[in-house]
Each structure stands twice: as C-alpha cells, then as structure tokens.
C-alpha cells in the first residue's frame, strides 16, 4: 500500500467508527489522520533505507512494530488523560491502522521485535532509495500490481468522497447562515 491506500483507508476507517459509535465522539480530523497513517512510513523509510541502507535495508523497521504501536498508545492515553488533547489518539489510532493495512503480521520478525530477534529482515526490493521509491511508485499505479493498486484507488475514492461531504457540509452551512441573516434582516423590516 502507498500514500493514498493508507491516508484513504484510514480516514474510511476512522469515518465509519464515528458514524458506528456516536456517543464514543471519535474526531475525525484529515490533517492528523493522514500524519498518522503515513508516520511508520515518515520514520522506518528514511531510517532503514538511507540512514541504516548498509546494516537494515528495510522500510519496515521500528515504527512497523507492535512496540512501537503500544508505545504511541500509551504516551496518546497519558496526553489525552493528563491534557484532554486528542490528536494523540488520532495520530496513534491511524499508526495503528497502518500496521494493519501493511498486514505486517506477515512479517512475525518485525511485528513482535524485538521479542522474536534484534534483526529485521531485509527488504525483497533492493536498490538504493530513488530506485527503491520508483519501484514502489510503479508498482502504487499498475493495473498489472493489484495488490497495490487496488488500495490505491480504493484510498483515492475515499478521500474525494469525503472532501465532496466536506464541501458540501460547508456549503449548506454558508446557505442556512445566510438564509437566517436574511430572515432576521427581515423581522426587523
């Protein structure tokens, strides 16, 4: 999955819960949604296939462990708890979701590691970064790539359709907001 499979899915994901559990009043925020379901991404690609490409050459490193998912929870429950703020939650939640839509327990050594092994296993797809990224890019937007391009399109859909609700919230809002001016312009006629 690649950029729009994870923030699409994710904020469907998040969209679906707020709309399954109203009283639980699960914000759905795009901005802190979408940093939280490509914060894995934003940590374990850099790290493990520029900064450590000799001894890891792996974007699936710390950031895509169950650890680091627990820990992000608990440091979003404390904030939440001590603070009130929520977008800890958001973020955590959509880091969460994006262990889920990598299926990274197909990788057991990188889920549960550091209990299973300090290493991580290297990545199928080598190359340095730009390689690495174009192949990945290539294979987002391949018809041929299914399992790839699917969730990209998938994500896509998504997103449109909830900018399209957006959009359209905001514009019945400005038409009742000036309808009632109107009306009260009106009374005082």
Wanted: net charge positive; proline share 5%; aromatic share 14%.
């Amino acid at each position: 999955m690649f950029i729009l499979g994870h923030i699409g899915i994710t904020l469907g994901i998040f969209y679906f819960l707020s709309r399954l559990l109203p009283k639980k009043n699960i914000p759905v925020d795009f901005k802190w949604i979408a940093f939280g379901a490509l914060l894995p991404d934003f940590i374990d690609k850099p790290l493990g296939r520029i900064i450590l490409a000799e001894t890891i050459g792996s974007g699936r490193i710390f950031a895509h462990t169950l650890l680091f998912a627990i820990l992000l929870g608990l440091l979003a429950a404390y904030a939440f708890y001590q603070k009130g703020w929520t977008v800890p939650l958001i973020v955590a939640g959509a880091s969460f979701c994006h262990l889920l839509e990598d299926q990274i327990w197909n990788s057991p050594e990188v889920l549960f590691w550091p209990f299973l092994g300090w290493k991580f296993p290297k990545d199928t797809l080598s190359g340095g970064f730009i390689e690495y990224f174009m192949k990945i890019l290539n294979n987002s937007y391949n018809p041929a790539s299914a399992g790839v391009f699917i969730p990209e399109i998938v994500g896509l859909s998504i997103i449109l359709l909830f900018a399209a609700s957006r959009i359209r919230s905001k514009i019945e809002a400005k038409n009742i907001s000036s309808q009632t001016m109107k009306e009260k312009a009106k009374e005082q006629d």
